[in-house]
C-alpha cells in the first residue's frame, strides 16, 4: 500500500520506517500494552525544516519586499489550513495508522490530523534524504503557491485575485465547475476547474469544493503569470 504513496510522492524512501512513522497518528496508542511511537517527533522536525525552506524560498524570490510581508506571506502558505490542503492532495489520510475510534470519528480527513501528518512526512523524507531532497519536495508541492511572479500574490484571496485580472481584459467572470468527486461522504475530494472565455485556466484538488475551487484559481493565476496577455 505504501508503494502507491510513494508513488505519489515521486520519493523512494531508503528508510521505509520513517514514512511509516510519519503516517502513525497518536491515537494509535490506545489501548496498546507498551508505548507506540507516533509522528509527533517527526511533526516538530517537519514544522521546522518547511519554515526554513519556504522563509528561504520567499527571501529569494521577492528580494524588494520587506520582513513584515514576508512573515505574512509565509504565515497564509503555511498554516493548518494550507497543510491539510497538501494533505489531501496527496491523499495521505487514506494512509494513517489510526485507533479504531479515531478512524470512525473521521480523523483520516481532519484538519489537525492531515496537517500534522504532512508535517511529519517533511520530517522524515529530510531525515532520509537530506536537506535538497526535502527541499525539492516541498517546493514542488507549494509551486502553484509560488507562481512566476515578482509581486507575492494574494494567497488569502485567489479567486478574487483571479477575477480583477480576468475583469480587466473582459466583462465575462471566470466559471468555476466541478470535475469530480471521490471518496467516501466523510472523506470527499473534489477536483474542479476554472474556465475564461471557454478556455480552461487552471484545476485543483480540495476536501471541500470551495478549496479545490481556490486551487484552481492559484493554478490559474500561475497560467497567467507564465503567459501575460
Known amino acids: 500500500m505504501l508503494e502507491e504513496l510513494t508513488r505519489r510522492l515521486q520519493y523512494d524512501f531508503r528508510n521505509p520506517d520513517l514514512l511509516r512513522l510519519a503516517l502513525t497518528h497518536p491515537s494509535a496508542a490506545a489501548g496498546e500494552p507498551q508505548p507506540v511511537p507516533s509522528n509527533q517527533r517527526l511533526e516538530f522536525l517537519g514544522d521546522s525544516v518547511l519554515q526554513l525552506v519556504i522563509s528561504r524560498e520567499l527571501y529569494d524570490k ?14 497564509r502558505m503555511v498554516n493548518r489550513r494550507t497543510l491539510a490542503d497538501q494533505a489531501r492532495r496527496l491523499d495521505l489520510g487514506r494512509f494513517l495508522t489510526l485507533s479504531r475510534a479515531e478512524q470512525i470519528n473521521g480523523g483520516a480527513d481532519r484538519p489537525s490530523s492531515l496537517a500534522d501528518a504532512f508535517e511529519a512526512l517533511v520530517g522524515a523524507i529530510f531525515l532520509d534524504g537530506g536537506f535538497a531532497v526535502v527541499q525539492q519536495f516541498i517546493l514542488g508541492q507549494f509551486h502553484n503557491a509560488f507562481g512566476e511572479s515578482k509581486v507575492i500574490p494574494n494567497l488569502d484571496n485567489p479567486k478574487g485575485e483571479l477575477q ?10 471566470p466559471v468555476y465547475s466541478v470535475a469530480s468527486t471521490t471518496g467516501p461522504d466523510h472523506q470527499r475530494v473534489y ?11 487552471g484545476r485543483g484538488v480540495g476536501g471541500s469544493k470551495k478549496a479545490a475551487e481556490e486551487h484552481a484559481a492559484r493554478a490559474a493565476l500561475q497560467t497567467l503569470r507564465q503567459n501575460p496577455a
Open 191 to 201: 477536483e474542479c476547474t476554472v474556465h475564461h472565455q471557454g478556455a480552461e485556466l
Open 164 to 173: 480583477e485580472i480576468l475583469q480587466s481584459r473582459s466583462a465575462e467572470p
Open 62 to 75: 521577492y528580494p524588494g519586499v520587506d520582513e513584515g510581508a514576508l512573515t505574512k506571506a509565509r504565515a
